[in-house]
């Protein structure tokens, strides 16, 4: 289905939450600017056959050994769930909505399966 984008809507919410949020919106455009900074939100789709499938947060060392925040994991059938615990388990078919350093976020995708 195809999602309608509205410029005036995202324009009115941005100055909306400059105003009443304005460290909220320090830290969006810190972590989704693609500058000098090796900082980066990325979404990885967990494949069948990945190392990932079936570890939780925890056991595959995602945060301690890369030092990737998992922001939320997005399931296949849509549902979203947002600041998962290092008890939630990792599924094949999983998206993970992820923050950090662009290396380390590429190291998370060889170990996701994603193919580039």
Known sequence: ???VVSPYHIGGLRIAHT???PAVVDFIEFATKSGNIDLQMEEITVQ???KL???TLDECGIGRELGIIIVAIKKPTGDMRFNPTFRTTIKAGDTLIALGEISK???LEDMAGVKR
């Open 105 to 107: 976020l590429k190291i």
């Open 19 to 21: 105003v009443l949020k």
């Open 53 to 55: 499938a079936g570890l």
């Open 1 to 3: 289905m195809p999602t």
């Open 48 to 50: 069948e056959d990945s």
